[in-house]
C-alpha cells in the first residue's frame, strides 16, 4: 500500500536548474501523491528569484550559501553540509537535480550518504572531456554514478549512459527546457532595451559565461563580435552581461563603446524568451540556449570547441564554432549574408523535446513508488 503523500524534494541552485526543474515542480505539486519541497542552494540568487517569481513558484527552505567570489569548493562543502543536515531533518523519499551544476552534485551526494533515492533531470550528457565544460563535465558523470531514475533528453543521452553502465533505470523524457519555454512563449513577453529598435537591425543575441572562454578566448569572441558588426552595418548585438566580473568587465572594455552594441544586466527569462523570438540569430556559449532558440526557428552558432548537445548539430540547428575571431565571421556572415543558408537553420526540427517531459517525469516517478 502507498503512503500519501510521499515526500520529495526537489534541488534547485542557478538560474538553468530553476528554468528547467519549474514545469517539473508545478506537475509534482499538482499531484496529490507527493509532498513537495523545493529546497534553494543560493548557488545564484536575484536571477533564481526572477524564475521562481515567474512560474509563481516558492521555495519551502533557503540555504543563502552565496558568497562574494566563492569558489567551487565553497559552493559545494556549504550545499553538501547545508542539504545533508536538511535530509536528515525532513526524510525525503526521493530528491530530484537537475543537469551538471555544483548544487546538483553535492545534492545527489548528500542524497547517496543518507541512501535517498536521486532522480536525475537531463540526464546522460557528455562531451567526453573531462575539463570542458568545466566543471559540469565531471559533474553530471558523478551525478549519474549515485542516480536511480535517469530522466535522459534524448536517445543520445540514453546511449551515453547506457554505455556506461551506470545504475539504475534509463528513461528517455524529453528536455524539460522546452516545457517551460513554450509555457512562456505562449504568453509573447516583451523585451525593451533602451535605443534597441528591433525593427531597425537584424538583433544577435549573444550570451558569455562559461569558465572555459575566460581570458583569452573571451576577449576572441568580443574581437569576432565586432568583426561581424563591421560587416554587416544593419546588424546590432544585444550582449546580456553575466554578474561575474571576470566575465563582463573584459566586455564592456572591448565593445562598450560600440553604437551598435546594447550591453545589458541579465534579462529575466520572460524577456530572454522575448529577446529570442524577435532575433535574427544566436551566438552563445549557454546550453540551455542551444535547446531552447530551435523551437522558436533560430539558428545558434556555438561559441565553444565542445558540446554536450551534438543532437543539435546533427539536427542542423546549431552549428559549432568556437571562439576564433575569424571562424566568428565567417559562419556568422554565412547566415547573415546567404536567405538559403538561414533558412536551412532556422527551419530544422528541434530534437530536444515536445514540450511533455515534466508530465513523462511525474508518471516514471509515480510508477516507481507503486511498484
Known sequence: MVQHPIPIHIIVGTRPEAIKMAPVIQ???????????????????????QVMDLFELSADRDLAIMQPNQTLTDITCRSLQGLGDLFQEMQPKMVLVQGDTTTAFAAALAAFYQQIPVGHVEAGLRTDNLYNPYPE???????????LLHFAPTSLSVEH????????????????????????????????????????YRTILATVHRRENWGEPLLDIAEGFLRV??????????????????????????????????????????????????????MTDSGGLQEEAPSLGKPVLVLRETTERPEAVMAGT??????????????????????????????????????????????????????
Open 161 to 200: 549512459l547506457q554505455r556506461s553502465g551506470v545504475p539504475g533505470t534509463i528513461h528517455q523524457t524529453g528536455n524539460t527546457v522546452i516545457d517551460a519555454l513554450l509555457a512562456v512563449a505562449k504568453r509573447q513577453p516583451e523585451c525593451s532595451v533602451p535605443g534597441l529598435d528591433w525593427s531597425q
Open 229 to 282: 558588426l563591421e560587416r554587416f552595418p544593419d546588424t546590432a548585438l544585444l550582449l546580456p552581461l553575466h554578474r561575474n566580473p571576470t566575465v563582463r568587465e573584459p566586455l564592456k572594455a572591448k565593445l562598450g563603446d560600440h553604437p551598435r552594441v546594447f550591453l545589458t544586466e541579465p534579462l529575466d527569462y520572460a524577456e530572454l524568451v522575448g529577446a529570442i523570438q524577435r532575433c535574427y540569430l544566436l
Open 318 to 371: 546549431a552549428k559549432l564554432i568556437g571562439t576564433d575571431p575569424d571562424k566568428m565571421l565567417s559562419f556568422a556572415g554565412d547566415l547573415l549574408g546567404n536567405t538559403s543558408a538561414y533558412d536551412a537553420m532556422a527551419k530544422a526540427v528541434n530534437p530536444f523535446g515536445d514540450g511533455q517531459a515534466s508530465d513523462r517525469i511525474l508518471q516514471i516517478v509515480t510508477d516507481y513508488f507503486k511498484q
Open 137 to 147: 563535465e565531471a559533474n553530471r558523470r558523478l551525478i549519474s554514478q549515485l542516480t
Open 27 to 49: 506537475k509534482f505539486r499538482a499531484s496529490a501523491l507527493f509532498d513537495t519541497r523545493v529546497i534553494l542552494t543560493g548557488q545564484h540568487r536575484e536571477m533564481v528569484d
